[in-house]
């Protein structure tokens, strides 16, 4: 690996550190959690669809990447973690003389790649593909968007043992990532293809 992409990397896992400790607040693991999540999805133009299937369970401290917020399937198959970094909070640590700092708007893919090498088991394949600009524009009103799934660190996920990143961008906005926490991927598939979508950023209009 060149310089370059040394250089890069370190600024990866820098900003996904610095941004999951910036998004974060007493606020979230208190009683003002929902208040707080539901500000920080307005801030990134974001909406969270409601489901009748999905219960709101607590949000756990996690050293590894913490999250915003969490839904549970009714059948406990399938838990959702919402990770939600809008683009005006990140924070970017660059040491190079040679070449000026990325700007925050263009570090999703590796923000994308650090998340799921830091949640994956050591050593563990992680799998990924990048939606087409027309299928994340459709799925997701997003600019870009991608996802990943791995055996998932059994330190962050809470007893499940296999995990689907969703990862999604808007230009200007967010970036903003829905994680699926499952055992058996035959059982939780069909839960996950009807909640794929279930955070999404809204249309300019609905703002």
Known sequence: MGRAGIVMRRVGFCCLLLLALSARAPAALEQGARDA?????????????????????????????PYEHALRHASGRLELRFIVRPLAR????????????????????????SMTNALSVDGADTPSTVFTEAEAKRSFNADWAAVAAF?????YAGGFRNALLVAMHKNELADAYTLFLYDDYTEAKPLIDASLAILHFAPVDAR
């Open 37 to 65: 999540f539901a500000a920080l999805l307005l801030e990134s133009g974001l909406r969270l669809d409601a489901r009748d299937d999905l219960v709101e369970v607590p949000v756990l401290g996690d050293a590894i990447l």
């Open 90 to 113: 990140i924070t970017i640590e660059y040491e190079d003389p040679h070449n000026a700092a990325p700007e925050p708007n263009h570090l999703f893919p590796l923000l994308f790649e």
């Open 151 to 155: 055996d998932v660190d059994p330190d």
